[in-house]
């Protein structure tokens, strides 16, 4: 009797043991993919909802909450870009995350956060009106700056563009992009709800690209460099690059990047004022050592992020001759 008493605990031992083990890899399998499901839908950097899980939060609030008033806004850093070139790219992600922090604590439950990528931001604001949705927003435009780091502090600005309802998430989500197109349009750093009726001119003036400019400007256009009098070719046109007689772009900056004076004759490169405005005719030379006749206009611009440049405006002129 003792022998078959103590069979039968140990097979009682062994059954609960197994489904001990059974409840605990089912429950790390939840586990698991519940991770999983979170990875699918945050952004790694921020923390925040990705796209796809902001817009399944979005869709299933407006589900639950039909017909209730609430705004759509999109949110980026301003030239920020610069900032990262300037100080590199993980100091721009330190800023995102602080900025996904900043926005955390700001609007709280009141929000539905997400980031589209790079340095845009979306979010949805729960039961706002659009004049509550604005005095919301641009109290926090307001307070967000400056990020401040053990190796420097850096004041930055945002533009927002919103749109309020009830509505669809992807109009309103459509209106809020055309009004932070709105914001940029007129300077950044700005707050701006949709408006059915600057829409198509906005819209008609937003369309065009750097591309355009690079392909189709009558004068050649350069972008110079000349922080303390160094001087360092950044950008030309196709216009620039073929009145210089190059075939690509790669090839000017090959030849004349570290050297751009070596692209106006020696006898008027005295001539220009490196650190002023300048309406000048003098004569460029072209990679075969050629001169060419030009209207040379400039003009000097500090900028916050790539110190002292020179925006330059080439105008070709009929005459042109061989240097003998």
Not at 126 to 133: F, I, R
Not at 135 to 144: D, N, P
Not at 228 to 247: S, Y
Not at 314 to 320: A, G, K, Q, T, V
């Amino acid at each position: 009797m003792a022998g078959k008493f103590a069979l039968l605990s140990f097979l009682f031992v062994i059954l609960v043991t197994g489904f001990v083990r059974v409840a605990i890899i089912l429950y790390e399998g939840r586990e698991s993919r519940e991770h999983l499901e979170r990875q699918a839908l945050t952004d790694t950097l921020t923390g925040l909802y990705n796209r796809r899980g902001f817009d399944d939060n979005v869709d299933r609030w407006m589900t639950e909450h039909l017909n209730s008033f609430a705004a759509i806004a999109l949110l980026d850093i301003d030239n920020f870009k610069q900032i990262n070139d300037r100080f590199g790219h993980p100091f721009g992600d330190r800023i995102l995350i602080y900025l996904s922090r900043n926005m955390e604590a700001f609007f709280g439950e009141q929000a539905i956060l997400g980031r589209n990528g790079g340095d845009e931001f979306i979010l949805l604001l729960k039961y706002v009106t659009e004049e509550q949705a604005d005095e919301t927003l641009r109290a926090f435009a307001g307070q967000v700056s400056p990020f401040v780091s053990e190796e420097r502090t850096l004041p930055f600005t945002v533009s927002i563009g919103y749109s309020a309802g009830p509505g669809s998430r992807r109009e309103m989500t459509r209106m809020a992009d055309k009004a932070l197109y709105t914001v940029k349009l007129n300077g950044r750093n700005g707050v701006e709800c949709y408006n059915s009726e600057r829409d198509e001119e906005e819209r008609s003036q937003l369309g065009f690209a750097l591309k355009d400019f690079d392909l189709y400007m009558p004068g050649g256009l350069l972008i110079m460099n000349v922080t303390e009098g160094k001087r360092k070719l950044l950008f030309a046109n196709q216009a620039a690059v073929k009145l210089h007689g190059f075939d690509s772009l790669k090839e000017l900056l090959a030849y004349a990047s570290e050297n751009p004076t070596s692209l106006v004759y020696e006898e008027d490169f005295a001539k220009i004022d490196p650190y002023g405005n300048n309406r000048l005719f003098l004569r460029i030379r072209d990679k075969h050592g050629r001169l060419k006749n030009v209207l040379f206009l400039s003009r000097f611009h500090h900028n916050e992020y790539y110190g002292d440049m020179s925006f330059i405006t080439e105008i070709p002129l009929d005459y042109e001759h061989q240097e003998g």
